[in-house]
């Protein structure tokens, strides 16, 4: 065998635990009830507190997209106005209700939904739109809501990102018709995999609870109580997307640790954006006038070329990077389905990357990641 060097990578994204968790989870499988019962009951409970709104659990932030549109009755012959540079599972969550994503256009300054775009392509079909708020900024969301409102179409705001994030001071999730927000391993809080719904929509909400248990009516008070229907209706499509106990006792400790979890990330932030700012290969997203809880921190770059450089340069040090995302009218079984133009979306994507953020990303390890993008600036110039 050869000599070969051992290199820390700096991840892009990752899970931050504590002790607790591990003690959360060692409860959990030391009562031996491993399902959906109280610890989901507590982690909705502590979520409708942060949010002031009902939410419900399910086991990943794309079953809570499908669920919350199939609880808003959309399906077959149906249209959902979605930005096509989003995560695929946006895409995917509305075909598995048999809706159409009308895959649109994103503000190139901060790549949230173009409202202007969206409204082109409303037609009869047209029932919902999903906004998806990218990186953790939600962008002009009173455009979309009134948009919504003259054209009578359901808002399902896609939150995966903006777990944490205020738009005009207020929490996303605790206003608006529907927010669903995911809690897989690398959102700013994790319960291993899992998502929520929340609403005020109530009856929306019960249906949810039914739905996310293989459609068996009031099968979830049950399961709070330790318990299971066994002379049951159903009356829908239903499906096995419960949360389980184990996923929930994480969840909980995660939640009670929110504010130390992003203040973490808003430092590295913060820090980036001081760091960075004067940069000329590239540009930082416009977050103005909104606090966001960020997700990611993605970089607009002067053009392909410069793009890949950097990510050449970073990956070459041990630094990932990322890319969200591909859009989505560019992938062969959404494109199939109706032929969509988008050349400001597929420019960005060519000039977007995304540098490491997370909680446990160290001073340092940020401080590295600006060394080496500030000396491609000396290389690039003239
Ligand atoms: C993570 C994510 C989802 C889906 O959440 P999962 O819990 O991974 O299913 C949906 N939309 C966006 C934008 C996401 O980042």
């Known amino acids: 065998m050869g000599e ?18 591990v003690v959360a989870v060692n409860n959990v499988l030391r009562r031996g009830y491993l399902g959906m019962g109280e610890e989901v009951a507590t982690f909705e409970r502590s979520l409708e507190e942060f949010f002031g709104r009902q939410t419900v659990c399910v086991n990943s932030g794309t079953a809570s997209l499908q669920l919350a549109l199939q609880a808003c009755g959309i399906g077959v012959g149906d249209e959902v106005l979605v930005q096509s540079i989003t995560y695929v599972a946006s895409f995917q969550a509305i075909a598995a209700t048999g809706a159409l994503p009308v895959a649109c256009e994103v503000n190139p300054d901060n790549v949230t939904l173009d409202i202007k775009d969206a409204e082109r392509k409303i037609n009869e079909r047209t029932k919902a739109i999903m906004p998806m708020h990218y990186a953790g900024y939600a962008g002009d969301l009173c455009g979309i809501y009134q948009l919504a409102k003259k054209n009578n179409l ?13 738009y005009k001071n207020k929490r996303i999730g605790s206003f608006g018709d529907v927010a669903c927000f995911s809690f897989d391993g690398i959102k700013n809080i994790t319960s291993g995999e899992g998502g929520c719904i929340v609403s005020s929509d109530a009856e929306l909400l019960e249906k949810v609870r039914d739905i996310r248990l293989l459609g068996v009516e009031k099968d979830s008070a049950n399961r709070y109580r330790g318990k299971r229907s066994w002379d049951f209706e159903v009356v829908d499509q239903g499906w096995r997307y419960h949360m389980s106990n184990i996923m929930a006792a994480i969840g909980s400790v995660q939640l009670g640790r929110f504010s130390e979890l992003m203040a973490k990330r808003l430092i590295i932030m913060e820090r980036y954006q001081k760091e960075l700012e004067s940069c000329s290969n590239f540009s930082l997203l416009d977050w103005s006038e909104q606090t966001v809880a960020p997700h990611i921190f993605p970089i607009i770059c002067r053009n392909e070329k410069t793009r890949d450089l950097l990510k050449n340069a970073l990956e070459d040090e041990g630094v990932e990077t990322g890319v969200h995302y591909k859009p989505n009218h560019l992938l062969s079984f959404f494109s199939k389905q109706k032929s969509s133009n988008l050349p400001l979306s597929e420019k960005l994507y060519s000039r977007l990357l995304t540098l490491p953020l997370h909680p446990d990303l160290t001073t340092r390890e940020v401080d590295l990641v600006v060394k080496i993008l500030r000396r491609q600036e000396e290389t690039t110039r003239g």
């Open 4 to 21: 070969f060097l051992i290199m820390d990578v700096i991840r892009l994204s990752k899970s931050s635990l504590s002790e607790a968790e």
């Open 154 to 166: 359901r808002v399902i705001e896609d939150a995966a990102h903006a777990f944490g994030s205020l």
